[in-house]
């Protein structure tokens, strides 16, 4: 079943606590034991080594735990 909020997020830009553009939202992982957000999948932008990030790779996007996201709007931002 597809999400209108999950589908609305999808391509929202990511932003560290800087303003700097990490890249863009590509996917939500959803811990089905409790129904939240346990992650979100981001595809970096170009100017961005994702190896060189804190966090796991997964399929191409870096897997960015939902505890580091300060908040949720037009642009995503991080506590990093």
């Not at 990511?14 to 939202?25: H, N, R, S, Y």
């Not at 100017?47 to 735990?65: N, T």
Request: hydrophobic share 40%; proline share 4%; glycine share 8%.
């Amino acid at each position: 079943m597809t999400s209108s909020f999950g589908q609305e997020m999808l391509g929202r830009i990511v932003q560290d606590k800087k303003g700097k553009e990490l890249g863009k939202l590509a996917d939500l992982v959803i811990d089905i034991a409790n129904g939240e957000i346990s992650e979100l999948l981001i595809r970096c932008a170009e100017h961005i080594d994702a190896s060189r990030l804190p966090f796991p790779l997964k399929d191409g996007s870096v897997a960015i735990p939902s505890t580091e996201v300060s908040s949720f709007g037009h642009v995503i931002m991080l506590k990093i």
